[in-house]
């Protein structure tokens, strides 16, 4: 079982930066690897970026390439998956869902192919 909690959202002008969280726990989480995805009101859930807990490998959409950093950070039980994003735009704007799943690559980028969700969080860009 895998126990995931983000934080970090909320109200940024075009062009500022928001730092994104993503606690995670759970007996096995070792083995998987960890994605953020968005959902913009109306649209389909969006693959953003995901890192392999186990080898720090990293995959970015095409539209965080160069704006957006995922990174893992270990402090004794506490295990955190970050998404640094800067340069943000309007188009930014939806809730972010940390996901966990036992797959490979390239499947990590499939929303099908998570197993655990977080609950999301808000993020809105004003232009």
């Known amino acids: 079982q895998v126990q995931l909690v983000e934080s970090g959202g909320g109200l940024v002008q075009a062009g500022g930066s928001l730092r994104l969280s993503c606690a995670a726990s759970?007996?096995?989480?070792?083995?998987?690897?960890v994605g953020w995805f968005r959902q913009a009101p109306g649209k389909e859930r969006e693959f953003v970026a995901a890192i392999y807990w186990s080898t720090g490998a990293t995959y970015y959409a095409e539209s965080a390439k160069g704006r957006f950093t995922i990174s893992i950070s270990r402090d004794n039980a506490k295990n955190t998956v970050s998404l640094q994003m800067n340069s943000l735009k309007p188009e930014d704007t939806a809730v972010y869902y940390c996901?966990?799943?036992?797959?490979?690559?390239?499947?990590?980028?499939?929303?099908?192919?998570?197993?655990?969700w977080g609950q999301g969080t808000q993020v809105t860009v004003s232009s």
């Open positions: 996901a966990a799943a036992r797959v490979t690559p390239p499947l990590i980028t499939f929303s099908t192919k998570y197993d655990y």
């Open positions: 759970g007996r096995t989480f070792s083995t998987y690897g």
